[in-house]
């Protein structure tokens, strides 16, 4: 009979009190946390290093970079809400860098 062990995610978890959000990547340095603890294996004294809020008023946010909201409502819409952060910047910011060329094309018509 083989043993798995479960390996903690490196999820990041925002803190409901004030907004900080703890990166496992990062650590934490005010409370010497190296980085690479994920936040289930931070000690049970660890509070929020800005508001001093318990661990137990954290919410999971998930990994860095991956998509935003509800897994829930990942399914729905037109695969917009499946788009990491950085996809829906780029296709705002694209869109709108199209639309100011396609305007700025407009002065060449004569």
């Known amino acids: ?6 390996e903690p995610t490196l999820d990041r978890h925002e803190c409901q009190a004030c907004g900080y959000v703890y ?9 010497d946390i190296p980085p690479g603890v994920a936040f289930d294996s931070l000690p049970e004294d660890w509070r929020c290093p800005v508001c ?8 999971n946010l998930g990994t860095d970079g991956s998509a935003s909201g ?19 910047n780029l296709l705002i910011f694209g869109g709108l860098f ?13």
């Open 52 to 59: 001093g809020a318990r661990s137990s008023r954290f919410s």
């Open 98 to 110: 199209l639309l100011f060329l396609f305007f700025i094309s407009l002065y060449g018509l004569q």
């Open 1 to 6: 009979m083989s043993t798995q062990t479960i």
């Open 70 to 88: 509800f897994k829930e409502n990942l399914k729905y819409g037109f695969g917009v809400n499946s788009m990491t952060p950085d996809q829906k």
């Open 23 to 31: 990166d496992p990547i990062k650590g934490d340095d005010k409370r």
